[in-house]
Nanobody
Framework: QEQLVESGGGSVQAGGSLRLSCAAS????????IGWFRQAPGQEREFVSL????????LYAESVKGRFTISKDKSLNTVYLQMNSLKPEDTAIYYC???????????????WGQGTQVTVAS
């Protein structure tokens, strides 16, 4: 069964940076969309960013625009989320997910990773 594996989480001070990785165990096809979502304690899972596998189309949540950058390495079947200027409110479990719709709705994603914790101290 196809798996998505996130890595790169950790604890940083406000203003710091982290780079998350999402590695797919199977080849991603041109129709794939990889999204990043996050979930803070007591809150719903929210959209962060997405990228189309076959193009450079990207989408960001307003809360991370200008600070986070999504990218991909097709040779490694991996999508990255570079997070700069981190804020305490970015603290959450970050999940990557695969879908086929260019969508920020988590219901459009049918394969999820296990998540990686990001903690930003003030």
């Amino acid at each position: 069964q196809e798996q998505l594996v996130e890595s790169g989480g950790g604890s940083v001070q406000a203003g710091g940076s982290l780079r998350l990785s999402c590695a797919a165990s199977e080849r991603l096809y041109s129709s794939s969309v990889i999204g990043w979502f996050r979930q803070a304690p007591g809150q719903e899972r929210e959209f962060v960013s997405l990228i189309r596998w076959h193009s450079e189309s990207r989408l960001y949540a307003e809360s991370v625009k200008g600070r986070f950058t999504i990218s991909k390495d097709k040779s490694l079947n991996t999508v990255y989320l570079q997070m700069n200027s981190l804020k305490p409110e970015d603290t959450a479990i970050y999940y990557c997910a695969k879908g086929s719709q260019y969508s920020s709705d988590r219901r459009d994603y049918n394969r999820w990773g296990q998540g990686t914790q990001v903690t930003v101290a003030s």
